[in-house]
């Protein structure tokens, strides 16, 4: 499943455009592809197509590619940004992010 099957590939280049030059901020992101008025499913859905290994997990290693996930013209984090989200959504404290956890964070 692509990303854009999920969501409009406008509002995700709008969002990327607008991320490009300062800090992301993932609930703000969240919120300007859309993903904050989807339901639990489809943000779990959204989840599946970022864990790019098929752990079940969001890896920090994945973490600083998130944007890509999105489309291939989204940056890489910064490390500050990858710390930065990990610990906004990482509320077990097991260093990765699951997909509870992310659903929690996209509608918190």
Do not use: C, W
């Not at 990303?3 to 300007?32: C, G, H, Q, R, S």
């Not at 990858?82 to 509320?91: I, S």
Request: glycine share 8%; no cysteine; proline share 1%.
């Amino acid at each position: 499943m692509a990303m854009t099957d999920l969501l409009k590939a406008e509002e995700i280049k709008k969002a990327l455009d607008a991320f490009a030059a300062e800090t992301f901020d993932p609930k703000k992101f969240f919120e300007m592809v859309g993903m904050k008025a989807m339901t639990a499913e489809n943000v779990k859905k959204v989840f599946q197509v970022l864990d790019v290994d098929g752990s079940g997990y969001i890896e920090e290693e994945e973490l600083k590619f998130v944007l890509k996930g999105f489309s291939k013209d989204g940056r890489d984090l910064t490390d500050a940004e990858t710390t930065a989200f990990l610990k906004a959504a990482d509320k077990d404290g097991d260093g990765k992010i699951g997909i509870d956890e992310f659903e929690g964070l996209v509608h918190e």
